[in-house]
């Protein structure tokens, strides 16, 4: 009953874009933290990216910084990966995830990077950079 859907990936050359997108089925995303996560072949699941309920914060891996951004549209129930000046690196399955927001965390905590600490997953959306 509750899915999330990711979307938007395919093949791409290096420093090209592509934008996923995490849409909800059966809940409302809007009091969850949704996380970015990402496994290649032969490597342990890495995070990515994540933000908050509402928008309150985000948070990403040092590997994207300044090239990924994160955000989310409520009214749409879906959450956006922008990814820009792709590298052959990025290239993995990408999943998102959600965990509840809890009323207790103050405003400006960031969400985590840690893929045990999320609820739901997707089943994944291939991106594969390469010349």
């Known amino acids: 009953q509750l899915q999330l859907v990711e979307s938007g990936g395919g093949l791409v050359q290096p420093g090209e874009s592509l934008r996923l997108s995490c849409s909800a089925s059966?809940?409302?995303?809007?009091?969850?933290?949704i996380g970015w996560f990402r496994q290649a072949p032969g490597k342990e699941r890495e995070g990515v990216s994540c933000i908050r309920r509402s928008g309150l914060s985000t948070n990403y891996a040092d590997s994207v910084k300044g090239r990924f951004t994160i955000s989310r549209d409520n009214a749409k129930n879906t959450v956006y990966l922008q990814m820009n000046s792709l590298k052959p690196e990025d290239t993995a399955v990408y999943y998102c995830?959600?965990?509840?927001?809890?009323?207790?965390?103050?405003?400006?905590?960031?969400?985590?990077?840690?893929?045990?600490?999320?609820?739901?997953w997707g089943q994944g959306t291939q991106v594969t950079v390469s010349s």
């Open positions: 995830a959600a965990v509840l927001d809890g009323l207790r965390v103050g405003p400006h905590a960031l969400c985590s990077l840690v893929s045990r600490m999320y609820a739901y």
């Open positions: 059966g809940f409302t995303l809007d009091y969850y933290a």
